[in-house]
């Protein structure tokens, strides 16, 4: 019997109801509404989804699926495990957070989020700090934001996420694809469209706990 609500990402009051893998095994999801906005939701037995890499990645997937549905809307997604017992706990988060998620869907209105990752490979000599600006320079011309990534390796030249403009997509592919002709001795690993989860921050005091974006 389905009992709880998997909130997955709030955007402007729109009715959705699409058949997505979602979390825990949930195969569509819909939205909880209080105007102005709507919350994606999917209905799942447990209360406490475990962050498992098939979850993490459903929770991705449908993000994607209602970004790009019906030529794309713009969601501020949820931090992983936000799960409500009722509607009612659903909207009582629209209410309360009706500030916040005003000021993050204006502020990413229209933009998706971009991973580039430039990776040396092994036994390669570069010039880390040469590349790591030249690459950032061209990159950040075709951005709107840009969010620095950790450099947890040597190997990691740039590691960066981009809030780019849907319109600005195309020429944002072809800088990356430059980089990669320009670089060959890089491995560039370039990912998204995502949620603008670098781009959004948003504390929100859940039914449960303080549930803090990522």
Known sequence: ??????????????????????????SHVSTVDYPPFSAVVSDIDVEDPEETDENARAHDDVLQAVMEHGGGHTVVPMQFG??????????????????????ALRDTEGMVELGVKLVAEQDTDVDTETIRED??????????????????????????????????????????????????????????????YNFVDIEISGSRSNVPHR
Do not use: C, H
């Open 1 to 26: 019997m389905t009992s709880n609500y998997y909130v997955y990402g709030v955007l402007e009051k729109t009715t959705l109801d699409l058949e997505v893998a979602g979390v825990e095994g949930a």
């Open 82 to 103: 936000m799960v409500f017992d009722s509607a009612r706990g659903v909207k009582n988060i629209l209410r309360g957070g009706r500030r916040a998620f005003t000021k």
């Open 135 to 196: 690459a950032a320079e061209r990159l950040a011309t075709v951005a709107d934001e840009v969010a620095e990534g950790d450099l947890f390796s040597d190997l990691i030249v740039l590691n960066r996420s981009y809030l780019v403009a849907r319109e600005k997509r195309e020429a944002f592919d072809e800088a990356v694809d430059e980089l990669e002709a320009d670089y060959p001795d890089l491995r560039v690993q370039y990912t998204g469209p995502w949620a603008p």
